[in-house]
């Protein structure tokens, strides 16, 4: 069955880099995009960006750009999402989703279970 | 960005009550709505695509309508496992994005 693993939990100190990464078990890993999405403690749902597997393109939310880089192997089906110049802003809990799209509409239908990450001196 | 807006951001109803919860987008974006349930430590779960399309293995008691910058989700009878937070979010353009969230308690 379809999953997404993604690696565990990591604290970072201001200034530092995180990487986290998601492996795909179940379906083609290069037939779907991969999203990320992160959650603030006791906040709403944040889009960050995607990658397309198969070729390695990427779209970034404007807010991460210059700071965020995702990347994928393909021999491992594997994708990563790496943070940089991280902030206590940045502590959260990281997602990332399967994009797929039904007769056009696009959605997420399968999820990580999540890597909490805490940005702290 | 298209800004998206849940209302309320949380609400407290009883096990057998008929719930709603709206979400409004900033510009037009047609059916291009998406619904997710989320429980306490765990990812979001598809419910709702399509602004009414239900996802598979989701129960008919959960509804969505609307088009345009107005949605609705109706939970027609709660159960106990529905007592969770219910996210919207626009799949028209990039940035996709979500509402902030509406936790829905035990009354």
């Known amino acids: 069955q379809v999953q997404l693993v993604q690696s565990g939990a990591e604290v970072k100190k201001p200034g530092a880099s995180m990487k986290v990464s998601c492996q795909a078990f179940?379906?083609?890993?290069?037939?779907?995009?991969v999203h990320w999405v992160r959650q603030a403690p006791g906040q709403g749902l944040e889009w960050m960006g995607w990658?397309?597997?198969?070729?390695?393109?990427?779209n970034y939310a404007q807010k991460f750009h210059g700071r965020v880089t995702m990347t994928r192997d393909t021999s491992i089906s594997t994708t990563y999402m790496e943070l940089s110049r991280l902030t206590s802003d940045d502590t959260a809990v990281y997602y990332c989703?399967?994009?797929?799209?039904?007769?056009?509409?696009?959605?997420?239908?399968?999820w990580g279970q999540g890597t909490l990450v805490i940005v702290s001196s | 960005d298209i800004q998206m807006t849940q209302s309320p951001s949380s609400l407290s109803s009883s096990v057998g009550d008929r719930v709603t919860i709206t979400c409004r987008a900033s510009q037009n974006i047609g059916s291009y709505l998406n619904w997710y349930q989320q429980k306490p430590g765990k990812a979001p779960k598809l419910l709702i695509y399509a602004a009414s399309i239900l996802q598979s293995g989701v129960p008919s008691r959960f509804s969505g309508s609307g088009s345009g910058p107005d949605f609705i989700l109706t939970i027609s009878s709660l159960q106990l496992e529905d007592f969770a937070t219910y996210h919207c979010q626009q799949s028209y353009s990039i940035p996709r994005t979500f509402g902030q969230g509406t936790k829905l308690e035990i009354k």
């Open positions: 179940g379906y083609t890993f290069t037939g779907y995009y």
């Open positions: 989703a399967r994009g797929l799209m039904v007769n056009n509409w696009p959605l997420f239908d399968y």
């Open positions: 990658i397309n597997p198969n070729v390695g393109a990427t």
